[in-house]
């Protein structure tokens, strides 16, 4: 029974952080569509950190169906 606590507390960690992730990905996002509407070389900096946030929500996600898979593996074996 603790295992499958433990999966649940750990996918709703795991939630909370791609949100998060999401929301400071927007920001770097929003500079470069704004960057896009005025026709100019849009900033590095904000194209690192849209690359680096979407390559961390990726990674976050992948273990996010891990812990889903064997949340649902504990509950079949019931």
């Known amino acids: 029974m603790s295992r499958k606590r433990d999966l649940k ?4 960690e795991s ?3 791609i949100e998060s ?3 400071k990905r927007v920001r770097s ?4 569509m704004k960057s896009v509407l005025n026709e100019s070389k849009p900033n590095e ?5 849209f690359k680096t946030f979407s ?4 990674v976050e996600r ?7 898979d064997e949340l649902e593996k504990l509950k079949k074996k019931k």
């Open 15 to 17: 939630e909370e952080e």
């Open 9 to 12: 507390r750990a996918i709703q």
């Open 55 to 58: 390559s961390l929500i990726d």
């Open 62 to 68: 992948a273990n996010l169906r891990r812990l889903k």
């Open 21 to 23: 992730l999401e929301q």
């Open 45 to 49: 900096m904000d194209v690192e950190y």
């Open 29 to 32: 996002q929003a500079a470069l």
